[in-house]
């Protein structure tokens, strides 16, 4: 999409390509996660994370982006062993700028991101548009792209049928990413008149 004079894609991996930039966004893949729950007893598969950071490589592969930018919630809370996956998955793809724009779940002290080389700050801005975490956090004048939520919409069939799709949502100053990870859950919004929603249909984005 073309986007205040900037060349936006939307893509079905839950990611955005800036072309201007050369960068690549994603929000919320909760890494860690699964071993959290893990850690209490309880039987997620773990190669879940995994198989998101495969799909992650496959984007890298294919877009060459010069950055990759996570809004906030790259690892989820405290320190387990699916932070080493993380660690060799960074160093797999050395050649390419990371920042994490921190997220609530982001505890983690900020000499180990330091030491796997991804850059943590509170907010970024590039150009004329505001990156942050949580929606409420993007208080600045200019357009925001941020995160948190895991927007989602639900869509009825004629034949009473309905189903649940994670989408982007852009309103009037603000883009809210949907959640990169697969083990994070959706939250489903209110779409209000001059309001856009993209939703995410198998290998397809669509707008509603």
């Not at 699964?34 to 879940?48: D, E, L, N, Q, T």
């Not at 387990?80 to 983690?108: K, P, T």
């Not at 100053?173 to 489903?188: D, H, Q």
Request: proline share 3%.
């Amino acid at each position: 999409m073309q986007f205040e004079g900037q060349h936006l894609l939307l893509l079905p991996q839950r990611a955005i390509f800036w072309e201007e930039q050369n960068m690549l966004m994603v929000s919320d893949l909760h890494i860690g996660k699964v071993g959290h729950f893990r850690k209490s007893g309880i039987a997620i598969p773990r190669g879940m994370e995994q198989e998101d950071l495969a799909v992650l490589s496959d984007l890298l592969h294919t877009f060459k982006p010069g950055r990759l930018l996570f809004l906030g919630d790259l690892f989820h809370s405290e320190h387990n062993n699916d932070w080493e996956w993380l660690s060799m998955w960074r160093a797999m793809h050395s050649g390419v700028e990371m920042i994490l724009v921190q997220g609530n779940h982001d505890i983690l002290q900020h000499n180990l991101y330091a030491q796997a080389g991804i850059v943590v700050t509170p907010s970024l801005k590039v150009e004329e548009f505001n990156f942050c975490h949580e929606p409420e956090d993007c208080k600045s004048e200019g357009f925001h792209f941020c995160g948190h939520i895991h927007p989602a919409v639900r869509l009825n069939g004629l034949a009473r049928q309905s189903d649940i799709y994670s989408c982007f949502y852009f309103s009037r100053n603000m883009a809210i990413l949907p959640a990169f990870g697969r083990f994070t859950g959706n939250s489903r919004i209110k779409v209000r008149r001059g309001e856009r929603v993209f939703i995410i249909a198998g290998d397809k984005v669509l707008e509603i």
